[in-house]
């Protein structure tokens, strides 16, 4: 035992170690590269390759492929990278949706799936897989940071989210943690475009805030029409809809929200530090969420790659499962059920020089684990 | 033989010939490509009865996709959960097996279409397409909605449904069973063309008033037609489902049904081998184009442009020539 | 549930209405002068919304952007027509939903390319940034209310133009018989041009008005096209009459229904129970309605020349 994790620390050291690096790794990246969602997409793999080009390891190969925000589409390139391309691991996929249509095949088909975002609560419980690992959050995390935040601050809530999965868990989330009275709890049409109506009643409702969890275009719709509306309610929600990828779109109408997250650009340590202006150097542009997420997974696979052989798929995932990483959000580790153990923060959008980003405003939970750990027995 | 014929018979031969050769050049994953040929072909010929024979332009075949998609979904959901499908008066136990699977989605499709067709088939030309196009958007709007079987996330099947005597997660045997459900279909497909329901069928396109002179009720040929035409468009979608082992609300997207439709038309409309013509130039034009770049639309949409403007009778009528009337 | 709430969200409702009327009359318009269906309508509207949105951009001024997004979306459509519609007119339907199924293709791709896929950015003009004070100490903004007044205004534009001028003698003379005209001299080439960019010029004009509102991004004219069509089917097709009935019905049942169908279901089940499944209702309301309109009578409402 104690040889092998000299082993381990040698390879680290060396970064490149022939001893375990002796069979290359093909990682399959799915993603979403064109269509209304490819800004997060993007930012995914450029994340991703550039901790994978910061190593300089040219034992790893990575295919990457648009998945066009379609579930048959990717369902069509996790087989084609499974069968044809014969991938170890695959990563990448942005939304729920798509992961559940690709993770529980691909692990059963035995490959791994380092999942950069997507996390939904089907596959954290009961239906939790030895080779599925979740390198961002447990979908439910930010919502409940927003919950537990309301607590010290709003006594009356008005929660709204769209009427599918990932908008029943997000409001489930945050009333798991809320212990003031929620007012109204509305469920909007996916991809729905006027809240007129919503907006009507948060103004009836005498609510003190407003949570709200409306990614994509139904964010930034609903943000400007809220701030023209003249209701002067206050917004929280989760980080997704005040991303760096979508504050522009909203304009002067995101200044001053509170949102939660496990990451803002002005983290200050030193990995954040680094990866920032690494990030910066290489697209020229601010990182979001999304590419933290994704540099995360790649140093994950990075670290196991160090200490075992992918093909000996136990020993591979006992090394992912120690987490050994410098995250540029902090304290980073693994649960039982293979999703982080992270802080979880509130941010404010500000104005930083002409730019709008996120500023962090207070730790709300320390090393947040998620609710369906337990349920998770394999 | 006619020509149309021969063009046939090549096209059946060609299909079936893919996955083999994929298996012996080492590419495993066209395998999974002709199936989905099939499976889309299936779907194509579905909506061909309606279209093709009966001049019937729906614009809503992806809802009947979607359910055959939903009920394999929902009952191999059941069956892996053990929890029986409770209906409230009656509760069924789910089940793995693709037959009674198949039964199911073909019995509620043909409901369902049943009661779509008794509205739009009143309508006619383009009120038929716009009320069609909308009744799917009403049954994806609900599956989206509808939290129970995943809604927007839709539902995985985490092991592929099972047929007597076939392992169906080896990809070559669900490939073969898949193309033996299509040729089956196209049989059944040429007989009933060539029956006096056929018959009736296409005279009731092209001239509606002779046929309701000689005693045949156009509108209920017209709804048995258009019945039959979502039951099997239903099978496909209960294919597509465990081909994919995974069924969502974008199965009954209305771009689905445009698919549909551009499949029919690239392969020629009412001929029998049309939609497995369109279904493999479409699947490897999208295969090849994906692959080259993200702006693959962009170019599928001039391609089909061009073929609506100045191709038209499809592949089968470039190669086998016109049709003959009689 | 307050009296200022409700007559705020009928107000929403007839906003909704008043948009999708201008979606609905273009496509009207043209089904009935040139009997061709274009599923393409809703890439017009997403093309104004993309011209108001960078021209605002660039000149800082909504208004110029609004002109800007009637000129593009009219020679949008202007140019559509002669290269692709005008080869559709004497097609069956099937060919014609075809070619402008593979035109949204085109466009929702060429936009991408051109603007990227993040969402562009527009506000509504400072002008129009208020609100008015509704009986009952409720406000309602005042941008949503000119859209209603704008409207209102292009309804009776229309019908002026169409029963007063000789354009609109022509259009009703081409909705009747179409060989007629040829024969009494009228140039029919130059005329279905200029009803194809009068359509394309409101569906641009509704694009930039709502984009003001929304988020200005690729595929945004899909919903809306969608439910334009509901709105002529129920209204009946080719008549602007029905259009306009239609899309005020569909406005206020779609909007009324995302408001009080959740409240109603509440009274029989939990809170969170009757906010799922009321949405999921809601969300399929207008189709039902579509489809009891049609069991009774399947023209439409109002069913036009044709």
């Known amino acids: ?378 | 033989m006619s020509r149309e014929t021969y063009v046939n018979i090549a096209l059946a031969l060609l299909l079936l010939a893919i996955p083999f050769a994929a298996l012996q050049w080492g590419s495993p994953f066209y395998v999974t490509l002709a199936t989905r040929m099939a499976i889309l072909a299936l779907a194509a010929v579905g909506l061909n009865l309606a279209l093709g024979l009966g001049g019937l332009v729906s614009f809503g075949h992806a809802a009947f996709f979607g359910v055959g998609g939903y009920a394999a979904g929902i009952l191999a959901s059941h069956a892996f959960n053990m929890q029986p499908l409770n209906l409230g008066i009656v509760s069924f136990a789910g089940t793995n097996s693709m037959l009674v699977i198949w039964l199911v989605a073909i019995l509620v499709a043909g409901l369902l279409a049943l009661l779509i067709g008794l509205i739009s088939l009143r309508t006619s030309g383009v009120y038929f397409i716009m009320i069609t196009l909308a009744f799917a958007q009403m049954t994806y709007y609900f599956a989206i909605s509808w939290p129970a079987y995943g809604g927007e996330d839709g539902l995985s099947i985490l092991v592929r449904n099972q047929f007597p005597g076939i392992n169906t997660m080896v990809p070559l045997s669900f490939f073969l069973l898949c193309y033996g459900v299509l040729i089956a279909v196209l049989i059944l497909f040429a007989f009933l063309r060539d029956s006096r329901f056929g018959a009736a069928l296409q005279a009731s396109r092209q001239n509606e008033v002779r046929v309701a002179s000689v005693g045949i009720a156009p509108f209920r040929i017209r709804l048995a037609a258009f019945v039959l035409s979502g039951m099997i468009t239903a099978l496909a979608g209960a294919l597509y489902a465990d081909l994919n082992r995974f069924v969502s609300p974008s199965m009954m997207s209305w771009h689905m049904s445009g698919e549909f439709i551009v499949l029919i038309v690239l392969g020629g409309v009412g001929r029998l081998y049309g939609p497995v013509a369109g279904a493999m130039l479409f699947v490897m034009v999208e295969f090849l184009l994906g692959g080259m770049t993200d702006r693959w639309q962009f170019f599928l949409g001039l391609g089909l442009l061009a073929v609506v403007l100045f191709a038209r009778g499809g592949i089968v009528g470039a190669l086998a020539g016109k049709v003959r009337h009689g | ?306």
């Not at chain 1, 809530?157 to 509305?186: C, H, W």
């Not at chain 3, 293709?105 to 051109?114: C, D, K, N, P």
């Open chain 1, 1 to 378: 035992m104690k040889s092998i994790v000299k082993m381990g620390v040698i390879g680290l050291a060396l970064s490149v170690s022939d001893l375990a690096m002796a069979e290359p790794i093909k990682i399959g990246m799915i993603t979403t590269l064109s269509g209304g969602g490819a800004g997060l997409g993007i930012d995914t793999r450029d994340g991703f390759m550039l901790a994978i080009k910061q190593a300089g390891n040219d034992e790893i190969e990575v295919v990457t492929e648009d998945d066009g925000q379609r579930p048959e589409l990717a369902v069509q390139i996790a087989d084609k990278m499974i069968q044809s391309d014969q991938v170890d691991i695959l990563t990448g996929i942005v939304w729920s949706n798509l992961a559940m249509a690709v993770v529980p095949s691909a692990t059963a088909q035995g490959k791994f799936y380092v999942s950069t975002n997507a996390a939904p609560a089907a596959l954290a419980g009961a239906n939790c897989h030895p080779l599925y690992f979740n390198a961002a959050y447990q979908n439910d995390n930010l919502h409940e940071a927003a919950g537990e935040y309301a607590n010290g601050t709003y006594e009356k809530m008005f929660i709204m989210a769209p009427n599918y999965p990932a908008g029943q868990d997000s409001l489930t989330g945050f009333k798991r943690y809320f212990e003031g009275e929620v007012t109204n709890e509305v469920y909007t049409q996916v991809g729905q475009t006027d809240y007129a109506a919503e907006i009507a009643q948060i103004r009836d409702s005498g609510a003190d805030a407003v949570f709200m969890f409306l990614p994509g275009g139904m964010g930034i719709a609903f943000m400007k029409q809220y701030a023209q509306s003249g209701v002067d309610i206050p917004v929280t929600g989760p980080g997704f809809s005040f991303s760096q990828d979508v504050l522009p779109a909203i304009g002067e109408a995101a200044l001053g929200v509170k949102n939660s997250g496990q990451w803002a650009p002005d983290f200050d340590n030193e990995a954040s530090k680094a990866f920032t202006a690494a990030f910066e150097e290489e697209y020229g542009r601010l990182p979001s969420i999304y590419a933290v997420q994704a540099y995360d997974a790649a140093q994950l696979i990075l670290s196991a790659a160090a200490k075992a052989d992918v093909k000996d798929q136990e020993a591979f995932a006992a090394a992912l499962m120690e987490a050994d990483i410098e995250s540029p959000r902090g304290d980073f580790s693994f649960n039982t059920n293979r999703h982080p153990i992270q802080d979880i923060y509130m941010m404010e959008v500000v104005d930083k020089d002409g730019v709008l980003t996120n500023a962090t405003l207070e730790k709300v939970f320390d090393d947040h684990g998620d609710a369906y750990a337990e349920q998770c027995t394999q």
């Open chain 3, 1 to 306: 549930m307050s009296s200022a709430l409700l007559i705020e969200q009928l107000l929403n409702g007839l906003q909704l209405g008043v948009m999708l009327f201008l979606m609905a009359a273009g496509l009207t318009l043209i089904f009935g002068v040139m009997g061709l269906i274009n599923l393409a309508h809703g890439s017009l509207y997403m093309v104004g919304a993309f011209a108001c949105a960078w021209v605002s951009a660039q000149t800082g001024s909504f208004w110029i952007g609004l002109a800007a997004s009637l000129a593009a979306a009219a020679a949008m459509g202007a140019l559509v027509e002669i290269l692709v519609i005008r080869r559709l007119y004497k097609r069956d339907h099937l060919d014609q939903v075809l070619a402008t199924f593979a035109l949204i293709l085109i466009f929702s791709e060429g936009t991408r390319y051109l603007f990227g896929s993040v969402p562009l950015y527009l506000n509504v003009p400072p002008e129009l940034a208020g609100f008015v004070v509704l009986s009952g100490g409720s406000r309602y903004q005042l941008y949503r209310l000119a859209i209603i007044g704008v409207g209102i205004a292009v309804a009776i534009g229309l019908w002026l133009l169409i029963s007063k001028t000789r354009l609109g003698m022509r259009i009703r003379a081409g909705e009747s018989d179409r060989e007629m005209i040829g024969a009494l001299g009228v140039d029919i080439r130059t005329l279905y041009t200029i009803v194809f960019a009068l359509g394309a010029a409101l569906a641009g004009f509704a694009g930039a008005m709502v984009g003001a509102l929304q988020s200005v991004q690729v595929g945004m004219g899909e919903p809306v096209l969608i439910l334009a069509f509901v709105v002529i089917v129920i209204g009946g097709i080719g008549s602007i009459k029905g259009a306009l009935v239609g899309a005020i019905l569909v406005g206020l049942i779609d909007t009324m229904g995302r408001f009080l169908v959740p409240q109603i279901f509440a009274l029989f089940m939990g809170t969170s129970q009757a906010a799922t499944a009321g949405a999921a209702v809601a969300s399929m309301l207008i189709y039902i309605v579509m489809a009891i309109i049609l069991a009774v009578r399947p023209q439409g409402l109002f069913a036009g020349a044709r």
